[in-house]
């Protein structure tokens, strides 16, 4: 399973776009890059998830270069409410392998 | 729908004493999640299951047993604990077949202290 690796911690001002890196360079073709986050000690809620294409919902956008070594989160208007540790997942498809969470990236948004 | 559900929400042991967590979803997910996650750090896996009847190893299984009699349900059992249990326990659930299996459900979390 592919490691990621995420900067500790960032802050953004509110309304701004935030950008969240993540670097995958050991991923394989069938795993997925996922994106939860976790505000303040809740479980942690679900963003986006993306293979080789870029995906935007309403919550967020994902980059994903083109060789998949690496991605971008994008929150585009960020709020006081998007303080929280983000989570940048490698996930290989319909497999029972674990699944590593890692540290993240402590998220804080600037009024 | 309730989604996922924990119980209880907090706990006090003493060193040595037993307990069961219990998770529940109603969503009809294949797969069940326990993780732990200690103060400042990610989430480490513990156990998981691919389907009732079922159960894995995690990255951190020592000290804890788990059973999936029901689909629904997913217990975690402290047999002895221990004060390096200390920890908040967070269940999750998803689906096998109707999407990239990464996409997990979580629960609120339960939050152990171990005296």
């Known amino acids: 399973d592919a490691k990621t690796t995420q900067p500790p911690s960032m802050d953004c001002a509110e309304g701004r776009a935030a950008n969240l890196p993540c670097n995958h360079s050991t991923i394989s073709g069938n795993e997925y890059v996922y994106w939860y986050r976790q505000i303040h000690s809740q479980g942690p809620q679900y963003i986006i998830h993306g293979l080789k294409n870029n995906e935007t919902n309403e919550m967020a956008s994902l980059i994903i270069t083109e060789d998949r070594k690496s991605s971008t989160l994008i929150l585009p208007h960020a709020t006081l409410r998007d303080t929280a540790v983000y989570y940048c997942i490698a996930d290989p498809y319909s497999s029972a392998s674990k699944i590593i969470f890692g540290s993240g990236t402590r998220l804080s948004i600037r009024p | 729908n309730a989604g996922v559900t924990q119980t209880p929400k907090f706990r006090v042991l003493k060193t040595g004493q037993s307990m069961t967590l219990l998770c529940a979803q109603d969503m009809n997910h294949e797969y069940m999640y326990w993780y732990r996650q200690d103060p400042g750090m990610g989430l480490r896996l513990i156990h998981y299951?691919?389907?009732?009847?079922?159960?894995a190893k995690g990255e951190v299984p020592d000290g804890y047993n788990v059973s999936r009699l029901k689909k629904q349900n997913f217990l975690l059992g402290l047999e002895s604990a221990a004060p390096s249990q200390t920890s908040v326990y967070f269940c999750?659930?998803?689906?096998?077949?109707?999407?990239?299996?990464?996409?997990?459900?979580f629960g609120p979390g339960t939050r152990l202290l171990v005296l």
């Open positions: 299951s691919v389907g009732e009847g079922t159960t």
């Open positions: 999750a659930s998803s689906q096998l077949m109707s999407q990239p299996r990464g996409t997990q459900y």
